[in-house]
């Protein structure tokens, strides 16, 4: 059974820094694309960034040049470095795993910036 459990959601005040971490279990996670989806209430969910089985990156316009998507293989572990976080940052961030067909999800968490 697969297990994706976020943390590291907490409020902060804008320009800030968070990290997030996504621990997977019960995937063969290295082959695993893995990304970090946000969404906010009444807004679709919106993929924020990617990182591939092989390490080439992807990320959102709007988080571009301040959030960092990375992963751990030895650990089953994606981060997401979030810096200067804005208030239009504030939403639940998923972490989510992908492999052809297959996608799961995490529970989410919180994230809150205060201006």
């Known amino acids: 059974q697969v297990h994706l459990v976020e943390s590291g959601g907490v409020l902060v005040q804008a320009v800030g820094s968070l990290r997030l971490s996504c621990s997977a279990s019960?995937?063969?996670?290295?082959?695993?694309?893995m990304c970090w989806y946000r969404q906010t209430p009444g807004k679709q969910r919106e993929l924020v960034a990617r990182?591939?089985?092989?390490?080439?990156?992807y990320y959102a316009d709007s988080v571009n040049g301040r959030f960092t998507i990375s992963r751990d293989n030895a650990k089953n572990t994606v981060y997401l470095q979030m810096n200067s976080l804005k208030p239009e940052d504030t939403a639940v961030y998923y972490c989510?795993?992908?492999?052809?067909?297959?996608?799961?999800w995490g529970q989410g968490t919180q994230v809150t910036v205060s201006s």
């Open positions: 989510n795993a992908n492999f052809r067909t297959s996608m799961s």
């Open positions: 019960g995937i063969a996670f290295s082959i695993n694309h």
């Open positions: 990182i591939t089985s092989g390490g080439s990156t």
